[in-house]
Each structure stands twice: as C-alpha cells, then as structure tokens.
C-alpha cells in the first residue's frame, strides 16, 4: 500500500447528489478506489481497514481531498452553472489528531482556489466520541472558513443527540440501511422520519444514502428530505465521466 501511494495507484471516483427539491444534480461525493496492477479496481472496504490500522490513511485522505478540490474547480471553471457544485470529501479518525491538519486544508484551498462554501467534510460518529474541546475547536474553525460539515452514517453508531449539540453540523447523512428498511407502504417507513425530524429541527439539511427505487424516492420527498444519493440515481463514476452525467442534465 505504502507503493501504491508513491506510484500514484489510488484514483477517485465520484458519486451525485441529487437535490429532491429540483430534482438536478446538487453536488458529489469523493469516493477513493485502488487501481492495483495486477488485481484491477479494488474496493475501500478491502484497503481502507489496513490503511486505518498502518497510520497510510492519512495520507490517503489529504490526497483525495486535494484531488477532490482541484477536479471540482475543473467542473466549475467547465461552466458557470456548475458554480454552486459542492463536494464532499470523508475524513478518518485518525486524520483529526494530526495538529497540521487545519494548515494543509488551509493550503489545500489557496492552490486549488476551490470556494470553501462548495467543500464539505464528511465525518462519522466516532470522531466525535472524545467529545474535546480541541476538536470542536477545529470543527469550529472550519465552519469559519464556510466549510460545511456533514455527519456521516447517522444513526449506525452512538448517535447521542448531545453531540449534535456540542458540534456545529450542517448535514446529517442517513445511513442507507435505514433507507433499506423502508417498506413498500406507506405506513412503515422506520426512523427515518424521526431522523428527517432531527435535522429540521436543529437548522441542517438530510441526504439519505443508499436509494436504489423509485418508491424510496417517493417516500423521501413525501418526508421532505432534502437530498439523495444511492444507485437509482447513478454509481460511482470516473471523473471523465462525471460532466457527461451533468450535460445530460438528468432530472428525478
């Protein structure tokens, strides 16, 4: 893995957001896939755990979301249409004990001219489990600089509401196994209703992950979420590819 890094085998790939209110293409999430030479396109289920545990992660997540920043102003300088984009770029664990962090986004932002207000950082309940202050003082001063932060995979982990609270989340995903459990009528649609409801009720927007029929779709917009991502909409797609999905202006 640590080869992989210096020959430069990891590419991104990126998955769309929809917006349920106009039912276009709102932004992306950076998603990271290892193009290994002899076993082809490996998934980050399979590298991300062994990334996690050798400290290589680390520089793996700096490299996708400076790649992430520096593709997103490709598209936006593309077309003017494109300039209210975002993306959406996961963090780990680990990468929030690392005291230069805040220096290398700061940096990360100025080479790439990307907008701060179109960079959305992802997290999952468990970097927040510490509950310290210095971590919610970096959390805060990336709200400073308009980054919006997303909690990811809401619901899966711990999901005390006291962390909502204590941090200043803009978006909260929710996990597409609650999506899943969305029946086929209308009257057993699980939590996420409750969930819908804890993020109206705090001032931040939801994306449910994972919808893969149009009934899900329909479930949700009856809920008024504000926005979707799942393989209904479209896969994962290699950044050739991403302006293609956007020229042809698919709407739901």
């Known amino acids: 893995m640590r080869r992989a890094i210096e020959r430069q085998e990891f590419i991104v790939y990126y998955q769309p957001i929809i917006s349920l209110v106009t039912g276009k293409i709102s932004g992306l999430e950076a998603l990271v ?6 076993r082809g396109l490996i998934s980050p289920v399979e590298f991300i755990p062994v990334a996690e545990e050798t400290g290589l992660i680390d520089a ?8 992430a920043c520096e593709q ?3 598209w936006q300088n593309h077309s003017a249409t494109l300039e209210s984009l975002t993306i959406s770029v996961n963090l780990s ?5 690392d005291p230069n962090l805040l220096a290398q986004i700061d940096q990360i932002i100025q080479e790439t001219k990307i ?3 179109c960079l959305e950082i992802e997290i ?21 600089r308009k980054i919006k932060l997303v909690m990811d995979d809401f619901g899966t982990g711990y999901s005390s509401l006291s962390y909502l609270y204590n941090y200043p989340f803009n978006v909260l995903k929710i996990d597409q196994s609650f999506v899943k459990r969305m029946q086929e009528n209308e009257e057993n649609v699980g939590l996420v209703p409750a969930m819908l409801g804890i993020a ?4 931040m927007s939801a994306i449910a992950e994972g919808v893969e029929t149009t009934f899900q779709l329909a479930q949700l917009r009856n809920l008024n979420c504000n926005f979707a991502q ?6 994962p797609l290699e950044p050739k590819l991403v302006l293609d999905f956007i020229t042809n202006a698919p709407q739901w």
């Open 230 to 235: 799942g393989y209904l909409f479209s896969r």
């Open 124 to 144: 999952t309940e468990s970097v927040i489990m510490e509950n310290s202050q210095a971590l919610k003082k970096f959390l805060q001063q990336l709200i400073e």
């Open 93 to 97: 664990v680990r990468l929030f004990s």
């Open 72 to 74: 997103l102003t490709i």
């Open 115 to 117: 907008n701060p207000a």
């Open 200 to 203: 109206n009720s705090m001032g």
């Open 60 to 67: 793996i997540n700096i490299w996708v979301l400076r790649s």
């Open 33 to 38: 896939r290892w193009q290994h030479p002899t």
